[in-house]
């Protein structure tokens, strides 16, 4: 069955060609004043594309940078701190395809007793022809969906994001999505959490609906941590396009193609951070939860994230294949 609105990766590519040149209506809103001075962050994928353009902006800006990822030790930091001119970034390891990583890593931070200010969710694939993970899954449906209920879930039981925090700022959580989750279908639950092969099509549509299943995960997060008072900011963005390293893992020749339409067209990741940068800072987002960005704009995601019965049944639906898979929550 068909998910995605798009199963042609070119025509993807190009769908966000004019949202470059629509009118950004809060960039005017963010400015060199807008700093993280005390601040923790931590980024998952950080090594790599808009992940590492967000750590050195938000180093730039004072904060405290916690990298998180499976590659670039120590090569990323090292270019972040150099780029930046801050010494307050470090690398913790954290692979989204190993749920076991998941749990070493905020274990770690709650050892460290770190407690971030903003976390941006950001690690995310997007693979040709499926591929399984050690515990059985989709490593696209994990690594871009399911390890962040896993990851978000962990740093708010282990008290990492404390939900009642006396600190003037409340903690943020912010997801990197995609525009291009609008119009995929309504969630499958037959094929929820299963592995099926498939190809590049498939792929591509597997891409965009599994933005449309982590923004409904994250309009639930938001609901479940903030009944009647903003506790954690949960709010969610798509960076628009990113001239990133996101079609390396594609057949030569797709990538030649999708290659020149990243350089001609696609904006470089140090321009596509600055609006995450901006919703991860501005107190334009002080006790704001649920919102979203579409680069610089104010937009609503796919009216289907929003369904309450969706969000409670998918976030069942997500527990249960987390417990099936995850060695340590079975004892
Ligand atoms: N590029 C775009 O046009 C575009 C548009 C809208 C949204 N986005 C979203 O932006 C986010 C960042 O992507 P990007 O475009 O900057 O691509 P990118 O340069 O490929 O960066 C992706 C990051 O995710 C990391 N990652 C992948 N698998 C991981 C795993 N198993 N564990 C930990 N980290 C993992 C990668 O690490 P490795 O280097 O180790 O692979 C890399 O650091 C993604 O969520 C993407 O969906 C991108």
């Known amino acids: 069955m068909s998910h995605g609105r798009f199963d042609n990766p070119v025509i993807a590519a190009l769908a966000g060609f004019w949202d470059i040149f629509r009118k950004q209506e809060n960039a005017d809103k963010f400015n060199e004043t807008h700093r993280f001075d005390g601040k923790i962050c931590i980024i998952t994928g950080a090594n790599s594309g808009l992940g590492f353009a967000c750590a050195v902006e938000m180093a730039k800006r004072g904060a405290n940078v916690i990298m998180a990822g499976r590659s670039g030790f120590p090569d990323a930091g090292v270019r972040v701190r150099r780029k930046s001119g801050s010494d307050k970034v470090e690398m913790r390891y954290l692979d989204l395809s190993k749920v076991g ?19 941006l969710l950001n690690a995310g694939v997007a693979l040709p022809k499926a591929r399984r993970t050690e515990s059985g899954q989709d490593e696209m449906f994990l690594v871009n969906y399911l390890s962040n209920v896993i990851l978000t879930n962990l740093m708010v039981s282990k008290g990492v994001i404390p939900i009642h925090s006396n600190g003037f700022s409340k903690p943020r959580l912010i997801f990197i999505s995609s525009d ?64 990133s390293n996101i079609i390396k893992p594609a057949p030569l020749p797709l990538r030649l193609v999708l290659g020149a339409i990243f350089r001609i067209i696609f904006r470089s990741p140090a321009k596509a951070a600055l609006p995450v940068i901006y919703m991860s800072v501005s107190s334009d ?14 937009k609503k995601m796919d009216p289907k994230v929003y369904i309450p019965e ?12 987390w417990k099936e898979i995850d060695p340590f929550i079975n004892g």
């Open 101 to 119: 990583t998941i749990h070493e890593f905020v274990d770690g931070l709650v050892k460290d007793g770190i407690r971030p200010d903003a976390t």
């Open 180 to 243: 291009s989750h609008q119009g995929s279908s309504a969630i499958d639950y037959s094929e929820f959490g299963r592995f099926i092969d498939h190809g590049v099509s498939k792929g591509i549509e597997n891409y965009s609906y599994f933005k449309l299943i982590l923004n409904t995960y994250a309009t639930e997060l938001s609901r479940r941590l903030n009944p009647g008072t903003v506790n954690v900011g949960v709010n969610v963005i798509c960076p628009g396009p990113v001239h």
């Open 285 to 298: 987002y002080e006790g704001k939860t649920n919102e979203y960005l579409h680069m610089f704009n104010n």
């Open 310 to 321: 969706e969000g409670q049944k998918l976030w069942e639906e997500s527990f249960r294949v």
